[in-house]
C-alpha cells in the first residue's frame, strides 16, 4: 500500500474513531464517575458527621450517669425517694440537699460551651438545674413528668434515651432556644428503685457546625432523624411529603420541585441517620454541557482533519521539526521528552537512534547526580525518624507519672493533646511551617504544664512575616524538651521558656533567626550537653536542610540556656 493511500486510511480511522468516542463514551463515563465519585465523598463526609454527633451524644451520655459514681449523691436521692425523708432533722436534711447542690454540679460542670447542661429531677418533687453558668432555680410550676423526653427515659427503665430536638422552655430566662438531649432513670443499683430522671442538653448549633462542613458542587439538603425516624435537625427547609419518602425508603426521593438522590449513614448507639440529598437535576445540568463540548469538538476535529488531509505535503516534514524540537528540549535540560516513532522507514529508525540516545543520556545522568541526591534525601530522613520515638518515649513516661499520682483528669488531658500531637508528627509531609511547627510546640508545651503546672511559665511568639517560612518538621521540638527537662526541671521554683522567630537583616542578606531561651539551671563548658540525641539530630538536620544556617547554644551555670538559629532566606526551600 502505497503512503497516499496509508495516509488516506489514516484520516479516515482517525475521524471515525475520536467521534464515536467523544459523542457517545466520553459523556457516559463521566456521568457514571461523577455519579460514583459523589456517593463516595458523600458516604465518607457522613461517617465523618456521624462520629462527631456520636462524641457529643457518648458526652451527653456520661453526663447522666455521673450520680453512680457518687455514694453520697446516690445516698441522697434514695432518701428523697424514701418515706422517712420528711422525718429527717433539718441538719440530715442540711447535708442531703448539699450533695445535690454542690457535689453533683461541680461533677456535671461539662468544658464544652455548646452543652447546655444538666437537669436532675428527683422523684419528690424537687428539680436541680445545673449549666456552665452556674446552679439556677427550676421554672415554677412546670409540669416535667408530662414532657415526652421524660416519659422516654421512664420508659427506658434505666438505660440511655436519645432525645431529638426540643425547646429548652424548663431553663429560667428561656430564650427558646433548641437542644437535643440524653436522657436516663436513675436507679437503686441494690434494690432497682427508680429515684430520679437526669437529662443532658447539648445546642443544636453543635449539629449546625457539623453539617455546615457537609458540602457538594451540587444543590444538596441534609437532615437527621431519630430512631422513630422524626426529624431531628435539616439544614435546609424540607417538606413532609419529602421526609415521609426518606423515611419509608432510600434510594430516590421526590418533593421540593426537585429530585434527590438519598445516601444515609447510622449512629450505631442511638439509632439515629444521617442523610444527604444530592439534587439529580443539578448532577444531570452538570452532564448537559458535556455533551454540547463533545459534538463542538468533533465537528472541529473533522474540519482540523480534512484540513491536514489537503496540506498533506507540509506533514512530511512534520517528523524532523519534531526532532529539532526534541533536541532544543535536550539541550535545556528536559530529557522526558521521545518521538513516537511508527513504522521501520529510514525516518523511524532515525527517529528511534535520537530516543535511543536520549535514553542513555538520562540514565547517566541518573546514576551520577540523581543517585547523589537520593542518598541526601535518605540521611535527612533517617535523622528525621529518630526524634519521634525519643519525643514519644519522654512524653509517655510523664503519663506514667500522672497515672502514678492518680489525676485521672489530668491524664485524659494528656492523652487528647497527645492526640493532636501525634497526626502531627505522623503526616506525611517532612516539611511544614514557623506558624505550624510553633502550634506543635504550644500543644507540647501544655502538656508539659499538666505536670509541672504553675513551675512552668511558657511563651511562644513568632513575627507575621516569618510564620509561613518553610521549616523541617521537629526541627525546634527537641530544643524546647531539652530546655524543659535539662534547665527548667532541675531548677528549684519557678522557670520561664520563651520560644519566638522573626526575621532580621544581616550583611549577606535575610535571616530568619529562632530563639529557645530558659532561665533554668544551664550548664558549664564541660557539662555542655553533645551527646544528646535531640540536639545531635536538630544540627545534622538543619546542616542537611540548609548549607549556610548556624546553630549556637550559650548557657550560663544557674541564669539558663539560650539556642539560637539563624537560616538564610535564600536558602530556605520554595
Not at 486 to 508: Q, T
Request: charged share 25%; hydrophobic share 40%; proline share 4%.
Amino acid at each position: 500500500m502505497r503512503l497516499r493511500s496509508k495516509l488516506s486510511l489514516l484520516f479516515l480511522t482517525t475521524i471515525l474513531i475520536p467521534v464515536s468516542v467523544i459523542i457517545v463514551a466520553v459523556p457516559t463515563f463521566y456521568h457514571h464517575s461523577m455519579k460514583k465519585q459523589m456517593t463516595d465523598i458523600a458516604m465518607g463526609t457522613l461517617a465523618v458527621a456521624a462520629q462527631n454527633i456520636e462524641m457529643y451524644l457518648d458526652d451527653l451520655e456520661r453526663l447522666t450517669i455521673t450520680p453512680y459514681f457518687h455514694p453520697d449523691v446516690m445516698e441522697a436521692l434514695k432518701l428523697k425517694a424514701s418515706d422517712r425523708y420528711k422525718d429527717l432533722e433539718p441538719y440530715q436534711k442540711m447535708l442531703n440537699e448539699k450533695s445535690l447542690t454542690f457535689t453533683l454540679p461541680y461533677q456535671t460542670k461539662n468544658v464544652r460551651r455548646d452543652i447546655m447542661g444538666t437537669v436532675l429531677l428527683p422523684f419528690d418533687g424537687s428539680v436541680y438545674i445545673v449549666t456552665p453558668e452556674g446552679i439556677l432555680d427550676p421554672v415554677k410550676d412546670y409540669p416535667y413528668a408530662k414532657q415526652p423526653w421524660y416519659k422516654k427515659a421512664v420508659e427506658a427503665d434505666g438505660k440511655v434515651a436519645f432525645v431529638g430536638t426540643h425547646s429548652q422552655d424548663y431553663f429560667p430566662l428561656s430564650t427558646g432556644k433548641e437542644a437535643f438531649s440524653v436522657a436516663r432513670l436513675i436507679k437503686d443499683p441494690d434494690s432497682g428503685k427508680p429515684l430520679a430522671v437526669m437529662m443532658a442538653d447539648a445546642d443544636t448549633i453543635v449539629l449546625e457546625r457539623i453539617i455546615r462542613e457537609i458540602r457538594f458542587n451540587v444543590r444538596s439538603k441534609v437532615v437527621i432523624l431519630d430512631e422513630n425516624r422524626k426529624l431531628v435537625y435539616a439544614n435546609r427547609p424540607i417538606s413532609s411529603e419529602t421526609l415521609d419518602q426518606l423515611t419509608a425508603s432510600g434510594g430516590t426521593v421526590n418533593g421540593d420541585n426537585d429530585t434527590y438522590a438519598v445516601v444515609a449513614e447510622t449512629l450505631d448507639r442511638s439509632n439515629w441517620i444521617i442523610a444527604v440529598l444530592l439534587s439529580t437535576d443539578d448532577i444531570k445540568s452538570q452532564v448537559r454541557w458535556i455533551y454540547a463540548a463533545c459534538y463542538t469538538f468533533a465537528l472541529g476535529g473533522i474540519i482540523v482533519v480534512l484540513l491536514l488531509y489537503f496540506t498533506l505535503s507540509r506533514w512530511m516534514i512534520s517528523p524532523f521539526k519534531r526532532m529539532i524540537q526534541l533536541m532544543k528540549k535536550v539541550q535545556k535540560g528536559d530529557l522526558h521528552g521521545r518521538l513516537s516513532v511508527r513504522g521501520k522507514d529510514e525516518v523511524a529508525q532515525l527517529g528511534q537512534a535520537l530516543n535511543t540516545m536520549v535514553e542513555r543520556l538520562s540514565e547517566l545522568i541518573d546514576r551520577e547526580y540523581i543517585a547523589v541526591l537520593n542518598k541526601r534525601d535518605a540521611e535527612y530522613r533517617a535523622l528525621q525518624s529518630q526524634i519521634q520515638p525519643h519525643f514519644l518515649y519522654n512524653t509517655l513516661n510523664g503519663f506514667v507519672a500522672l497515672n502514678r499520682l492518680g489525676q485521672a483528669d489530668r491524664l485524659e488531658q494528656a492523652i487528647f493533646s497527645l492526640s493532636d500531637m501525634l497526626r502531627y508528627t505522623l503526616g506525611h509531609s517532612e516539611w511544614t511551617t514557623v506558624r505550624e511547627e510553633f502550634d506543635f510546640l504550644a500543644r507540647y508545651c501544655e502538656l508539659q504544664r499538666i505536670r509541672f503546672e504553675e513551675r512552668l511559665q511558657v511563651t511562644i511568639n513568632a513575627q507575621k512575616e516569618a510564620e509561613n517560612i518553610a521549616i523541617p518538621k521537629l526541627l525546634l521540638q527537641p530544643l524546647v524538651e531539652n530546655a524543659i527537662i535539662h534547665g527548667i526541671e532541675p531548677k528549684d521554683g519557678p522557670g520561664c521558656l520563651e520560644v519566638s522567630a522573626r526575621l532580621e537583616e544581616h550583611a549577606g542578606g535575610r535571616r530568619l533567626r529562632v530563639r529557645i531561651a530558659d532561665d533554668g539551671v544551664g550548664f558549664s563548658d564541660t557539662g555542655r550537653p553533645g551527646g544528646n540525641v535531640g540536639l545531635t539530630n536538630v544540627r545534622e538536620r538543619l546542616k542537611l536542610a540548609y548549607e549556610n544556617a548556624s546553630f549556637t547554644i550559650d548557657s550560663v551555670p544557674g541564669s539558663g540556656t539560650l539556642v539560637t538559629i539563624d537560616i538564610p532566606i535564600k536558602d530556605v526551600k520554595a
